[in-house]
T-cell receptor
Framework: SQQGEEDPQALSIQEGENATMNCSYK?????LQWYRQNSGRGLVHLIL?????REKHSGRLRVTLDTSKKSSSLLITASRAADTASYFC????????????FGGGTRLMVKP | EPEVTQTPSHQVTQMGQEVILRCVPI?????FYWYRQILGQKVEFLVS????????KSEIFDDQFSVERPDGSNFTLKIRSTKLEDSAMYFC?????????????FGSGTQLSVL
C-alpha cells in the first residue's frame, strides 16, 4: 500500500455513535496530521500528533499513533450529522518542510 | 477567522490553453503551497514557495507549471499548456512557518476542467 492509507474507505454510522478511522504509512515520520474535507470544500486541519506522542485529544477527537506499526487512528466520539465529511491523514515522511503526503481518505456519513 | 481564498472556483479550458489559478493566502503567513486532487485520487503535493522562490516541488510540477507572487497578497499557479490529465481540484495553502508540525490552512479549491 502507499504512504497514508486510510481504512475503511467509507463508514456510515448513526448520530451519537463513535467513528474510528485508521491510517497506515510506510516511511518514518516527524508527525502525522488529520484533515477533514467537506464535499466541495478545502481541507481543514483537525489535529497533529508528533512521532514521540502516543495519544492526543482535542474536543471529541482522539488520535493515537503507533510508530512501531506505522499506524494512526482517529476516533470521533458522540458523532453528529455535521461530522459527515471525508477524513484524511497526512504525513511529512520525515521531511523538515511541509510537503505532506495524504492518504486516500475515509468518507464518513453520520445519519441523523 | 482568516482564510485562504481561491479564484475562480471553477475553470474550464481547452487543451493546450494557459490557465492561471489565483490564491490569496492568509496575510501574516510566509509559506505558500499548491496541492491538487484528481477526482477519486489522493491529494498530491505540487510545490511550496517562500521568500519569492520555490522551496520544494514534486515530480508533478514540471516545466508546464510555474508559481508566482506578483504582489504582496496574491499567489498564482500557472499551467502553460494544459493537458487533459491536468483536470483536477487545485488547492492553495499557506502556513505561518515551515517545519515540523506546522499546520496548513487550505483554500476551497479551484476545480479545473480541461476539455
Amino acid at each position: 500500500s502507499q504512504q497514508g492509507e486510510e481504512d475503511p474507505q467509507a463508514l456510515s454510522i448513526q448520530e451519537g455513535e463513535n467513528a474510528t478511522m485508521n491510517c497506515s504509512y510506510k516511511t518514518s515520520i516527524n508527525n502525522l496530521q488529520w484533515y477533514r474535507q467537506n464535499s466541495g470544500r478545502g481541507l481543514v486541519h483537525l489535529i497533529l500528533i508528533r512521532s514521540n506522542e502516543r495519544e492526543k485529544h482535542s474536543g471529541r477527537l482522539r488520535v493515537t499513533l503507533d510508530t512501531s506499526k506505522k499506524s494512526s487512528s482517529l476516533l470521533i466520539t458522540a458523532s453528529r450529522a455535521a461530522d459527515t465529511a471525508s477524513y484524511f491523514c497526512a504525513t511529512d515522511e520525515g521531511n523538515a518542510g511541509n510537503m505532506l503526503t495524504f492518504g486516500g481518505g475515509t468518507r464518513l456519513m453520520v445519519k441523523p | 477567522e482568516p482564510e485562504v481564498t481561491q479564484t475562480p472556483s471553477h475553470q474550464v479550458t481547452q487543451m493546450g490553453q494557459e490557465v492561471i489559478l489565483r490564491c490569496v493566502p492568509i496575510s501574516n503567513h510566509l509559506y505558500f503551497y499548491w496541492y491538487r486532487q484528481i477526482l477519486g485520487q489522493k491529494v498530491e503535493f505540487l510545490v511550496s514557495f517562500y521568500n519569492n522562490e520555490i522551496s520544494e516541488k514534486s515530480e508533478i510540477f514540471d516545466d508546464q507549471f510555474s508559481v508566482e507572487r506578483p504582489d504582496g497578497s496574491n499567489f498564482t499557479l500557472k499551467i502553460r499548456s494544459t493537458k487533459l490529465e491536468d483536470s483536477a481540484m487545485y488547492f492553495c495553502a499557506s502556513s505561518v512557518h515551515r517545519g515540523e508540525g506546522e499546520k496548513l490552512f487550505f483554500g476551497s479549491g479551484t476545480q479545473l476542467s480541461v476539455l
